[in-house]
């Protein structure tokens, strides 16, 4: 299944435009919220192929935004990926708790976009 439509929530706005340009430029549909209520208010009203979802941000942070998606009664969106995103230290039981929910956790200070595209390409596969 190629991977068409991404929705990018995060706050930092150096990272989301290059996030943004390099997407784009590889061939990708991108939506980009700077917020956690309008990035899950985004993913419950369009359907993305994959979501990057930021941990650390204003309004909602990404763990409640995984919750609300991917709760424990339902996923309310089976076809998307979602990657989590974070320079955020987060103690073992909550980083396996997101790791469970979503299809890959990235380290922000690691990923060039070259990397994410990379990682893109496997999550396709």
Do not use: C
Request: aromatic share 6%; charged share 30%; no cysteine.
């Amino acid at each position: 299944m190629a991977l068409k439509t991404i929705l990018i929530v995060e706050d930092d706005r150096f990272i989301g435009e290059m996030y943004v340009r390099s997407l784009k430029k590889a061939g990708y549909d991108v939506d980009w919220m700077v917020d956690g209520n309008d990035g899950l208010i985004a993913a419950r009203n369009k359907q993305y192929d994959l979501i990057l979802l930021d941990v650390m941000l204003p309004e909602r942070r990404g763990s409640e935004i995984l919750d609300a998606l991917r709760g424990s009664n339902e996923d309310l969106i089976p076809h998307s990926k979602v990657v989590i995103l974070t320079n955020f230290e987060q103690d073992d039981e909550s980083r396996s708790a997101m790791e469970a929910r979503a299809d890959a956790y990235l380290i922000k200070a690691e990923i060039t976009p070259s990397k994410l595209l990379a990682v893109i390409e496997q999550l396709s596969q």
